[in-house]
Nanobody, 124 residues
Framework: QVQLVESGGGLVQAGGSLTLSCLAS????????MGWFRQAPGKEREFVAT????????DYADSVKGRFTISRDNAKNTVTLQMNSLKPDDTAVYYC?????????????????WGQGTQVTVSS
């Protein structure tokens, strides 16, 4: 079993930055791809970013490309989402997810484990 705990959310002004972290416990390793998703009020959960098991490949939603960066440290079992140039539209609960395969995917149903989420609020 894998447990995921997100941290780093909060309130920030538009144009600001936040760094989200996801600590994984359990049988995580470079065999697991990781992802970040988000869900805004009244909207469906959507893909944000993903990283392969060895960190060599990443993929991003078009809406965050050039502003967000996903990275991982397998020695520390952590995945980080650096968010810059934040916009009010980025306001959402952000979820960390783990997949029992090392390959990146933006498809939510392919992820096997989920964290509880952390709130990010961007004020205008």
């Amino acid at each position: 079993q894998v447990q995921l705990v997100e941290s780093g959310g909060g309130l920030v002004q538009a144009g600001g930055s936040l760094t989200l972290s996801c600590l994984a416990s359990g049988r995580t390793s470079s065999n697991y791809a990781m992802g970040w998703f988000r869900q805004a009020p009244g909207k469906e959960r959507e893909f944000v970013a993903t990283i392969s098991g060895n960190g060599g490949k990443t993929d991003y939603a078009d809406s965050v490309k050039g502003r967000f960066t996903i990275s991982r440290d397998n020695a520390k079992n952590t995945v980080t989402l650096q968010m810059n140039s934040l916009k009010p539209d980025d306001t959402a609960v952000y979820y960390c997810a783990a997949r029992r395969a090392p390959f990146v995917t933006a498809t939510m149903i392919r992820y096997d484990y989920w964290g509880q989420g952390t709130q990010v609020t961007v004020s205008s």
